[in-house]
């Protein structure tokens, strides 16, 4: 192989496990070539507009996955530069404490994890400064201890969401400010680069004021010489030395023609759907079940979590713009009368009628989806779903993704829906005290299709990490068991899916396992300092 197709390192996929891993790297020197399916997201009117993007689905993939009866599955994910981090909502949560150790659910067990909290906590601070979070310390009552404050204030609540926090803090409940990554400087508007507009989850950033990881972290490596990145370039196999114990080819697919590409290390970030299935395509002689598969464990434990949207339907009217500003955590781990953990709560963008005409709820009695729209508090739920081993990523004969998920731990989902559903009874309005709430209105997420198949958002676990190479595919610094220069740093690594957004975690992690790859490259740590990157996006102004 050239001079040109060899690299020191490849990382593949620039969402948030392989974007931010090339953030970190691209101080080093060393070679990197990343590579990535996708292309930018143009940047247009059409980023902001709610048919184009949720009705017409113009961003997501048209690629067809199958169910494991054989049907068509569109699946709702996206392959650009700086992949689903350009469309999420931006709720950057660290996981629990807790969620690191095994827990008892109502469904079963969530294992614990081969580290815990206190080995990432360092790197979630480091994440919450490169995303640029905005929280407040200490709200949240189940928040787990931090080395330091947040780097930007909380992103604060309008009118609506402040009464609904001031009536859920009067029940009892301790309601807080969701951590979120949007570059919005309050105290100085006209510079702000966000703008805080009503298009942002599920949305592209027109104005690049998302913390992403294309703006954040691709972008600002590839102003290092060393750093290339390919785009519309799509991995097809990985290809090893006949030892097996080596990755020697990444096979890509790009123009229409196949190219070759070597490296001292291949990273793997191909959200965790895609890194097993591309394992598995990539089986070979001394790899029959898959790449890296001795175990049996590449594809299986899909997780995603056990999400709804839930509208609560009031009287009085919701102007909210920007809805994503609260989240309450109070039954995260249980409650005097359910023991087990139920979840989490918080919003979602606030809903449109175009919207909802496409994902059309039960129409509340006296309403029309106008006025749905105009009246609802749009909720966010989310439980924790547990690792089963039949829930799996598969390659069928003519090498498509088949997905099979039997959905678990539902009732705690269910209890989760009673307490907000209490929670919002209790509530009272000066104009129309209790009267005022009439109701939680289901909102189908995904209109035609069957759920929750094809909303993979929060997809984790199928290439899971641990000290056991029976029982896991990866060691705790993500290099496969099977093969010396393999690593993974999407959401796949993940034993247990937690019930809080899992963005955050994976660019932790991808942060950890690129101090570990900086010390196997043998990067003089005074020579990286010297290089690192001064940052190219606002940063929090004193005071
Ligand atoms: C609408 C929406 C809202 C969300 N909101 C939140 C939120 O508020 N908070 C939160 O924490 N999380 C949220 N998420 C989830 C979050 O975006 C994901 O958890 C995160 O992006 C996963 O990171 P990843 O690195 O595992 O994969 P991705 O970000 O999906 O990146 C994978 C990349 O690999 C590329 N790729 C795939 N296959 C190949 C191949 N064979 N060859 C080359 N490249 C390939 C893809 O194009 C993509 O760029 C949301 C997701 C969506 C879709
Ligand atoms: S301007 Fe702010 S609120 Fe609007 S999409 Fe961008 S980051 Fe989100």
Redesign the pocket.
Known sequence: MSHESHFDLII????????TLAYHLAPSGKRILI????DYVAREKDNWNPKVVNVDAKYNTKELWRDVDGKELHP??????????K???????RLRQKDFGEIRHHGGISPAWPIDYDELEPYYTQAENLYQVHGNRGEDPTEPLAGKSYPWPAVSHEERIQHLADDFRAGGLNPFHTPLGVMLDEKNPRLSPCIRCNTC??FPCLVHAKSD?QVLCVDPALQYPNVTLLTN????RLNTDGSGHQVREVIVERNGALEAYSADIVVV????I??AA?LLRSANDKHPNGLANSSDMVGRHYMGHTNSVLMAISKCPNPTIFQKTLSVNDFYFGSKDFEYPMGHISFVGKLDAITLRAGAPAIAPGFTLELMAKHSLDFWLTSEDLPDPNNRVTINRDGAIVLTYTPNNLKAHEQLKAHLQNAMRQNTCSIHGHECHQGLFARSLYVGQRIPLAGV????GTIRFGRDPKTSALDVNCKAHDVDNLYV????FFPSSAAV????T?MANALRVGDHLLQRLHVPIAEYAGNETKSTVPQPVAG
């Not at 593949?12 to 974007?19: E, H």
């Not at 970030?269 to 965790?272: P, T």
């Not at 958002?457 to 984790?460: I, R, T």
């Not at 740093?489 to 796949?492: K, L, Q, T």
Request: charged fraction near 10%; proline fraction near 2%.
């Open positions: 593949i996929g620039t969402g948030a496990g392989g974007g590579l990535e399916r996708g709702h994910t996206n392959y650009c530069v700086g992949g689903n981090t469309f999420y909502g931006a709720a950057l949560f989850d599920g990881a370039a799509l991995v097809k970030s191909c959200g965790a895609n890194s591309l958002a929060h997809q984790n740093v999407d959401g796949s957004n899992p963005a955050l994976i």
